[in-house]
């Protein structure tokens, strides 16, 4: 539609199309070169459809060590107008009265629905630059980056150390940490002597299981657990079902002395909370030494019985790596974490989990609660016997597991573990009461087994004549990160090897202090 200037005129709206607006933070004069600092049509399709992430922006898109800046998500009622000026000068008239005639063409190509704002403030960036003695700066993008295939001697180059991190700063937005001034004393004035009264403590309060915690140094184990927690799980068990989880829990620990919690997870179905208050009414929690991360009878002591050589721990961590012939992403155990899917700030903060009260402990939850409106299955919170037991030609659930020696279900691990049956003489830290280094050739044997599983389940990745060579060949531990509880399930595209539900790599002693 065309009008004067002052005059107004009818436009048609067009309202099925909708459109997305990004204020881009610069001026952009070519369009193909602006999309692909967004990440391309495809890029921003992808995170306009998850209403949890936010839209990233790369001022250098083919720097793999750019951090972006980040945008948020508004909801906008806008239109799109784009308005045409056109100017008719008058032929054969001169002078003042050669006014031009002025006409302006109007048209809404859209409505905005939602608009994408960088509100906040670009990352620290750190340059793949090495200065020299000289001064002199030289680039190691050349030497970190594999553009294409490259021989073995590219990878055993001499560098300087270049391992960034993904992001500097968790937040992009400016914080007010609200510092106050340092406290002005008279003069004479003396500091108190330290003690827990005038220590500055955990901003949250302490979390009332009472567990008992256990060095390999210390000297004695508890024989008995602390009287606050028998009283916290007397307040707590209210219910038949409460009292028979107990029982059950207590044969546990007479036919074994020792256990992970996982491993008591895949036996006895409990609720994850009153297992928390009921772990410490029945053991001691074990901190370090051969038998990390579980939890003891009490009164029994496994440094003095090689008997219990049987219980400890193994850490084992799926390698993977291109000289074992599949990399990270090909791993049918897919991670809990990693930097790709960091939360923080790429996406919207996600709302906390309810926290669990006493109260709510003593109302029942799940199957032990008799105040559930909805009946249960008995195995709700029951985790498969995989999470804890390894078995030949099957995939552990995830990346990281921690194994105790009498659940290596292989009778070649078996043979490894007994060899030195009867001639115990030490306990040590590092190798509890077996030979020194048996935990390597666990892991050895075991990362064998674990190719063979990944190659019956995906020949493709070992297609090559290079990549199928012999899988007796030793392996080095190269992957595998701490990876600490989480409540999430993650969906398996390809291949589901467990239907457990947690991690056994858990850092339990959050669970407690």
């Known amino acids: 539609m065309a009008a004067g200037p002052g005059g107004a005129v009818p436009v048609e709206l067009r309202r099925e199309r909708r459109l997305v607006c ?3 933070p610069g001026v952009v004069r070519d369009v193909s070169k602006m999309l692909p600092t967004l990440g391309g049509e495809e890029g921003v399709s992808r995170i306009y459809t998850d209403p949890t992430k936010r839209l990233e922006l790369y001022f250098r898109p083919k720097d793999p060590y750019c951090h972006p800046v980040c945008a948020n998500r508004f909801s906008t009622s806008s239109l799109l107008l784009r308005i045409k000026r056109k100017t008719k000068r008058q032929k054969g008239v001169a002078g003042p009265e050669a006014r031009p005639e002025v006409t302006f063409n109007m048209e809404i190509l859209g409505i905005v629905s939602t608009i994408y704002k960088f509100q906040g403030m670009s990352d620290f960036q750190y340059l793949a630059v090495h200065t020299e003695a000289g001064g002199r700066h030289m680039s190691l993008y050349s030497k970190v980056l594999m553009l294409k295939p490259e021989k073995e001697a590219f990878f055993h180059q001499e560098l300087p150390l270049y391992i960034p991190p993904p992001i500097f700063s968790r937040l992009d937005s400016p914080v007010d940490y609200f510092y106050r001034p340092e406290t002005q004393h008279r003069e004479g004035y003396n500091n108190p002597t330290i003690s827990g009264e005038n220590l500055i403590g955990l901003s949250r309060a302490r979390r009332p299981h009472n567990a008992i915690f256990v060095n390999f140094e210390d000297e004695e184990v508890p024989n008995q657990p602390l009287e606050a ?60 030494g051969p038998w990390r991360s579980l939890w003891i009878r009490y009164g029994y002591d496994p440094r003095k019985n090689p008997d219990a050589k049987i219980y400890q721990v193994l850490d084992f961590r799926i390698r993977c790596g291109m000289k074992y012939g599949y990399a990270s992403v090909d791993l049918p155990v897919k991670a809990k974490r990693s930097t790709y899917n960091y939360s923080l700030p790429i996406t919207v903060t996600k709302m906390p989990n309810q926290s669990v009260t006493i109260h709510d402990l003593k109302q029942g939850l799940g199957p032990s609660g008799m105040a559930s409106a909805r009946k249960s299955t008995p195995n709700k919170y029951k985790l498969k016997d995989s999470v804890y037991i390894f078995r030949e030609g099957a995939l552990p659930p995830y990346r ?81 990160e701490d990876e600490e509880e989480e409540e999430e399930e993650e969906e398996e595209e390809d291949f589901k090897p467990s239907d457990g539900s947690e991690n056994e790599m858990e850092t339990e002693l959050l669970d407690y202090v």
């Open 229 to 288: 927690a028998v009283q916290t799980w007397r307040k707590v068990c209210t219910n038949p079902l409460d009292r028979k989880v107990e029982e059950e829990l207590g044969k546990l620990f007479e036919i074994r002395p020792i256990w992970s919690r996982n491993a008591v997870k895949a036996n006895i179905s409990v609720h994850p909370d009153k297992l928390k208050v009921l772990l410490p009414f029945m053991a001691y929690y074990m901190i370090t």
């Open 22 to 24: 990004v204020e881009y």
């Open 400 to 480: 990281q597991m921690f194994y105790q020696l009498c659940d290596l279900s292989v009778d070649e691990l078996q043979k490894i573990i007994h060899r030195n049956d009867g001639a115990e003489e030490f306990c040590t830290e590092r190798d509890g009461w077996c030979l020194p280094k048996t935990s390597d050739d666990l892991r050895n044997v075991m990362s064998v087994m674990i190719r063979q599983a990944i190659r019956s389940k995906r020949p493709a990745l070992f297609s090559s004549p290079a990549k199928a060579d012999s899988g007796k060949e030793q392996l080095t531990y190269e992957s595998g």
